[in-house]
Structure formats: structure tokens, C-alpha cells
């Protein structure tokens, strides 16, 4: 049984005992037993402590600071240390300062809603993950992406690495209010950009791609 060091945040952003749940099928068959997983906006470990216990190796990428402990905390408590290697950066297509932005304007510091934007704060990095994902990964099965907007960003940001492996990608969208960063149809071209091909999944509100490579037959 997964264990969560909090299971609900103040703003009822994130309720790790529900949340997501018609998801877990979906994303716990996509990821292959022993395979890689890259959890891009790992938040507080939703997903990378659901699939970690299969997987041989996840690589979770999670900017904020509050957050990142929390997700180290879950991570410990679910005895992944030894596989999960977290990356305290925001994934991104180029590097530069950001800052952080809550579209809900609520202040919960470890908050699912959070988002990062350019800014001259430069509280935080951007960085592209192609950079900065360790030089030994020989594989990734799966890669999950929930940036609350810099979807496309944080993919054009690890383009090598997706031409090397194809792996499995699955999108929370953002092209709809409070966020709107692109439109749909902007998503949508640059996964048929890079040779991919995708069917839409939907959870409550929200909108997701699952993105397979063209004549994916694994």
C-alpha cells in the first residue's frame, strides 16, 4: 500500500487517496515492469510513488523547494530512495530565470497549481532536461508531464532524449482557463511534429494526451 506523508493539501489541490484515480489503470499500464519512468512535475510524488515499486529507476523533476522535500519524504517513506533520483529544476527549452505563479491565487506553498513563468525574479532555473538527465539512462518507457502550462517547453527541452528512446508520453493539457498558455491545436502539431501520435483521456476537468510513436507496436 502507497503511503503519503500528507494525504490533503489546505488548498485541496491534491488528495493523494483519490486523486486521479481512474488514471492509475491507464498510467500503471503504460509503464512496463522494470521500466523507466520520468515524471516531469512530480509534485509531491503521485505518481512516481504509485509506479515506483515497478519500475527499475524513475527520475522525478519537481522546481519547488517545499515541494521537492515533500516528495523526498514520500519517496523515503515508500522505501524508493534507492531508485528514484529527483532533479530540483524546472524543466524547460532553454535556461533562464523563472518565477512562480498561482493562476488560483491562493498561497499554499506545496500546491499542484503552481506554474512556472519568465520572470526577473529568477527564483528559480529553467533548465532543459536533455542537459541534465543522467548520462547512464540506457532507456525510458514513460514519460508523464503536468507543468501547468510549459507542457510543450519541457518536451522541446528534451527532444534527444525523446529521438533516442520514443517513449510512451502522457500529457495533462493545459490550453484551457485559468491557464490558456497554448491552444490546443499548438500541442497537438508539436506531438505530430516529432513523430508521435496520441488519443485523448479525460479525468474530472481535466485533459490529457497519450502519446504513442508512430507505428509504436511495444
Excluded at 43 to 67: D, F, Q, Y
Excluded at 118 to 135: A, E, H, Q, S, Y
Amino acid at each position: 500500500m502507497t503511503r503519503w506523508v500528507r494525504d490533503h493539501l489546505e488548498d485541496g489541490s491534491v488528495n493523494l487517496e483519490g486523486h486521479e484515480g481512474e488514471l492509475r489503470p491507464i498510467l500503471d499500464s503504460l509503464l512496463p515492469d522494470g521500466g523507466v519512468l520520468v515524471d516531469i512535475g512530480a509534485n509531491v510524488g503521485l505518481w512516481t510513488c504509485l509506479l515506483g515499486p515497478k519500475a527499475s529507476r524513475v527520475i522525478a523533476v519537481e522546481p519547488s523547494e517545499p515541494t521537492a522535500a515533500m516528495l523526498r519524504d514520500n519517496i523515503a517513506l515508500n522505501y524508493l530512495t534507492e531508485k528514484v533520483q529527483v532533479l530540483e529544476v524546472a524543466a524547460w527549452d532553454g535556461d533562464e530565470p523563472l518565477d512562480f505563479e498561482n493562476p488560483s491565487r491562493t498561497h499554499e506553498p506545496v500546491s499542484g497549481l503552481m506554474r512556472t513563468v519568465p520572470g526577473t525574479g529568477g527564483i528559480i532555473w529553467g533548465t532543459r532536461l536533455d542537459d541534465v538527465l543522467p548520462k547512464d539512462l540506457d532507456r525510458i518507457d514513460l514519460v508523464k508531464v503536468d507543468t501547468e502550462g510549459a507542457d510543450i517547453r519541457a518536451l522541446r527541452g528534451m527532444a534527444s532524449h525523446i529521438a533516442r528512446f520514443r517513449p510512451v508520453l502522457f500529457i495533462e493539457s493545459h490550453h484551457m482557463p485559468p491557464y490558456s498558455y497554448y491552444a490546443l491545436a499548438d500541442l497537438e502539431g508539436f506531438i505530430a511534429g516529432i513523430g508521435y501520435e496520441w488519443e485523448v483521456v479525460r479525468w474530472a476537468t481535466q485533459y490529457h494526451l497519450l502519446c504513442r510513436p508512430v507505428g509504436w507496436d511495444r
